[in-house]
């Protein structure tokens, strides 16, 4: 397991022990709210007209927050979640029967099958004590194995540089950057969302045009 994966889920692990399957319990704060926001943002990747039932590969599901919110939604998905923290992985698993539940990091994880969504929803926001070049490296390896996932496209948030102060724990982004290296590197078909009332934004990267 990359190591860094290995220090977030241990992270992750620890704080879903204390709070449980509650917005605390992901490390996003006590406001529900903003944690719904970044589910509706995670699942505008997808055209649900268009496409009836689109697989969805959830990295980073926590508990299965996501798939919860898209059964509020009636957003009706094949969906996966992978997460490195077990405790996590067998809450989901007991609690949200109609989802697959992986205990797994993504980087080093065998898949049998595409996805036609791959999602990352906090993974790239938060880097506790990891080196800013190697989180940039990290970062860059995961959006590749997204990529290399989907068959239409991803999504995932990043903390912006347009702040008033840093967290040495948080993972900042300046978005142009990012927004370059992806139309570089990954595809020429994408779109970056910094509108939302949060410090962060979401990039949706997608194989042709949409």
């Known amino acids: 397991m990359d190591p860094i994966s290995k220090a977030l889920g241990q992270h992750y692990s620890e704080k879903f022990s204390l709070h449980g399957p509650s917005p605390e319990g992901v490390d996003w704060g006590s406001d529900e709210t903003k944690m719904l926001l970044r589910y509706d943002k995670m699942l505008r990747v997808a055209d649900y007209v268009a496409r009836n039932k689109p697989s969805l ?93 989907c068959t239409i496209g991803i999504a995932f948030n990043v903390m912006t540089t347009k702040v008033n102060y840093y967290s040495n724990n948080l993972y900042y982004r300046n978005p142009a950057e990012l927004f370059s290296w992806c139309l570089s590197e990954i595809s020429p078909h994408l779109k970056l969302d910094h509108s939302y009332p949060l410090y962060e934004y979401t990039i949706y990267l997608y194989r042709n045009p949409v």
């Not at 919860?68 to 007991?94: C, F, H, Q, R």
């Not at 065998?110 to 969504?117: I, L, Q």
């Not at 791959?118 to 926001?125: D, F, H, K, S, Y």
């Open 57 to 149: 590969l959830d990295v980073g599901c926590g508990y299965g927050g996501l798939r919860g919110y898209a059964i509020s939604k009636n957003i009706d998905l094949d969906y996966t979640g992978i997460d490195v923290a077990s405790n996590m992985i067998e809450w989901a698993g007991a609690n949200l029967p109609s989802g697959n539940f992986i205990h797994g990091d993504i980087l080093d994880y065998k898949f049998d099958r595409e996805f036609d969504y791959v999602v990352c929803n906090g993974i790239l926001t938060q880097k506790l004590e990891t080196a800013g070049l190697q989180m940039d490296q990290f970062a860059a390896q995961l959006i590749r194995q997204m990529f290399s996932l």
